[in-house]
């Protein structure tokens, strides 16, 4: 049964979430008993996985099964999980929490931090050379789409420009918040919602577009969430940026017109959709998804 033929979207959201845990803890299930292993593992314990469930589900339109699929799923978790240690790290965002749960440098220490997100990088490349994916040709490009998405040109760009931002002389105009965004939360959901395509030899053109819109959308919604959501339910401190003085989508729009963006972009990525018909429904439930939530 593939994803999109589940009843409803939490359905199809959990059950990624079960698969690509499932697949995660396959990955390091020979690994040596350290102390940095634990810490993998607790890092990629959690979360929604919607990113997994992207390329799941977008591999589904195409007739992909889900355990073809499931590598690149694992692959891009397992890289955004990498993405949380090093950003929670004093030297960036200097979080104490996340999804609940003490961040991976205050459980154990700085340099396991380090070193477990340096080893969840390079294990998000090892599951993309799995031989299911399909040829090497089609390897080299998942290996190459998210080398790019979360690199200097992507979500590290993006972090480097947040971080820049908090020491700015004035807040970033929204063009700029937007720039930034598009590169730290925005990259590693357009490869994921690409990933089915590619691994179908389908063009990846509409859903590119598709996760352009969703990817600032998620954005505004945590930037509501961090002024109107509950820190218990979150997982994570909020109002930080409030805090520290940085320019977001709601100080830059109003939380009213904040809202009102966020729902017309995910007006706009459901057209990006409509040309896939009734298959395309659960990647519309995912839109609707990202600023009802509340973490």
């Known amino acids: 049964m593939t994803l999109s033929a589940a009843p409803t979207f939490p359905t199809a959201l959990s059950l990624a979430a079960v698969r690509v845990q499932t697949r995660l803890n396959t990955a390091l299930a020979d690994r040596a008993d350290e102390p940095v292993i634990h810490a993998m593992r607790y890092a990629m314990s959690g979360g929604k996985r919607l990113r997994g469930f992207l390329v799941l589900e977008s591999a ?15 692959a891009v978790e397992a890289l955004h999980a990498y993405s949380l240690v090093h950003d929670d790290m004093p030297c960036m965002d200097d979080d104490d929490l996340r999804r609940g749960q003490p961040t991976v440098h ?27 994916l399909g040829s090497a040709e089609t390897r080299i490009a998942l290996v190459r789409g998210l080398a790019l998405a979360s690199g200097a040109q992507g979500m590290v760009l993006g972090q480097a420009l947040d971080i820049a931002a908090e020491t700015a002389a004035s807040p970033l105009s929204l063009d700029q918040i ?13 490869w ?13 053109a509409p859903l ?19 002024v109107t959501g509950d820190a218990a339910v979150a ?22 017109g904040a809202q009102a963006r966020a729902r017309s972009l ?10 896939y018909g009734h298959k395309a429904h659960t990647l519309i439930d995912a839109a609707r998804f990202v600023i009802a939530r509340d973490s």
């Open 60 to 74: 589904a339109m195409f007739g992909i099964a889900p355990e073809t699929a499931l590598s690149a799923a694992a």
């Open 208 to 226: 590119r577009a598709y996760a352009t819109a969703l990817g600032l959308a998620f954005q505004i919604a945590d930037d509501i969430l961090d």
């Open 266 to 275: 995910v007006d706009e990525a459901e057209h990006h959709l409509a040309s």
């Open 192 to 204: 994921s919602a690409e990933a089915g395509a590619i691994i179908a030899g389908a063009d990846p």
């Open 235 to 256: 997982g994570k401190r909020l109002q930080k940026d409030a805090t520290a003085g940085k320019a977001t989508f709601v100080s830059l729009l109003g939380l009213e």
């Open 106 to 132: 205050v459980k154990w220490d700085e340099a396991t931090a380090v070193l477990a997100g340096d080893a969840l990088q390079t294990l998000a490349f090892e599951l993309l050379t799995d031989p299911a």
């Open 178 to 190: 937007t720039r930034l965004q598009a590169g730290k939360t925005g990259a590693l959901i357009r």
